[in-house]
C-alpha cells in the first residue's frame, strides 16, 4: 500500500477478542498522519462493521489491507469525507448506530445542507487548535473537548433538519 495518495482518507480498525480493546479511527491526507478522531470500546466495533455493511450494500468501491489485527480501509475522498463526519458525530453517543441513516445519506449524497456539516468538521479542528495547549501527547488530531462539542452541535442539527421535514411532511 502506498504511504501517501491524494484524495484518499484511510478507516483502521483494530480488532480484538476484548470489545474494550477496539478502535475505529479516520486518517487524511496520508496513512501515517494522525487520526482525525479515535473511539474506542464497543462502539468501534458496531460502526466498523456498519460501515463496511454499507458500503457493501451501496455497491462503494474501497480496498482492504490487513496486518494481524488491524484493517486499513482505504476510501475514496467524498466516501472518507463523509465516514469523518458521521465518526465526528457519533463521537459523543453512546448508541452511535442510531445516527445510521445519516451516514447512508451522507455517503448517497442525499442529506440536505451538506455544506454546514463539512464547516462543522472545519470547525472541530479550528476549536482543537484555539483551546489545545499541549500537543506533545498526540492520540487524534481534534482535541477530545472541541471533538464532543462539535459532535454534539451536529446531533442538534441532525434533529432539527429531521424535525423540519416531519413538520414540512405534515402540511
Not at 35 to 53: D, T
Not at 63 to 88: C, H, M, W, Y
Not at 104 to 126: R, V, W
Amino acid at each position: 500500500m502506498k504511504t501517501f495518495e491524494e484524495g484518499v482518507y484511510y478507516l483502521f480498525y483494530k480488532e480484538s477478542k476484548n470489545p474494550k480493546n477496539c478502535h475505529i479511527s479516520i486518517r487524511y491526507p496520508g496513512i501515517n498522519s494522525t487520526p482525525l478522531v479515535v473511539i474506542g470500546g464497543k462502539r468501534a466495533k458496531e460502526l466498523f462493521n456498519f460501515i463496511i455493511q454499507l458500503l457493501d450494500n451501496n455497491g462503494i468501491k474501497y480496498s482492504v489491507s490487513q496486518k494481524r489485527n488491524l484493517k486499513i480501509i482505504e476510501l475514496p475522498l467524498a466516501t472518507g469525507l463523509s465516514t469523518s463526519i458521521f465518526l465526528l458525530t457519533t463521537y459523543s453517543s453512546l448508541r452511535p448506530l442510531k445516527y445510521a441513516s445519516v451516514f447512508e445519506k451522507l455517503i448517497l449524497g442525499k442529506m440536505p445542507f451538506m455544506k454546514y456539516f463539512i464547516t462543522m468538521g472545519n470547525l472541530a479542528s479550528d476549536l482543537s487548535d484555539y483551546v489545545w495547549k499541549d500537543k506533545t501527547q498526540v492520540k487524534q488530531a481534534l482535541d477530545r473537548k472541541a471533538a464532543r462539542t462539535v459532535s454534539r452541535m451536529l446531533i442538534q442539527l441532525i434533529k432539527g433538519i429531521e424535525i423540519s421535514k416531519m413538520n414540512r411532511n405534515k402540511k
